[in-house]
């Protein structure tokens, strides 16, 4: 099992900056992939990013590429969502989520962070 405690989230203006906070309670070893998913209202949620634990290999979604990067901080346990040039569009509540192997499903889940951007 893995904990994961988002944080980072807020009110910010269009074109500004965001980093969110993902702090694990299990160590990197024991997870195969982490991501972020976001939710906005009246929609499904999305995939935003992910990396893969044991290579650092990161991938985007389209939305996300060239202003969101995913990162992972072995000292703190913590995987980060840094987010540049926000535009209204990216308002939702971001989540975090961790499989511990592959081939199974994201089955562990952050409380979520509101990311709002106003225009």
């Known amino acids: 099992q893995v904990q994961l405690t988002e944080s980072g989230g807020g009110l910010v203006q269009a074109g500004a900056s965001v980093r969110l906070s993902c702090a694990a309670s299990r160590s990197p070893f024991h997870i195969y992939r982490m991501a972020w998913f976001r939710q906005a209202p009246g929609k499904e949620r999305e995939y935003v990013a992910a990396?893969?634990?044991?290579?650092?290999?990161?991938q985007f979604a389209d939305s996300a590429k060239g202003r969101f990067t995913i990162f992972w901080d072995n000292a703190k346990s913590t995987l980060y969502l840094q987010m540049n040039s926000l535009k209204p569009e990216d308002t939702a509540v971001y989540y975090c989520a961790a499989r511990l192997e592959f081939g199974q499903p994201y089955g562990y889940w952050g409380q979520g962070t509101q990311v709002t951007v106003s225009s």
């Open positions: 990396i893969t634990m044991s290579s650092g290999d990161a």
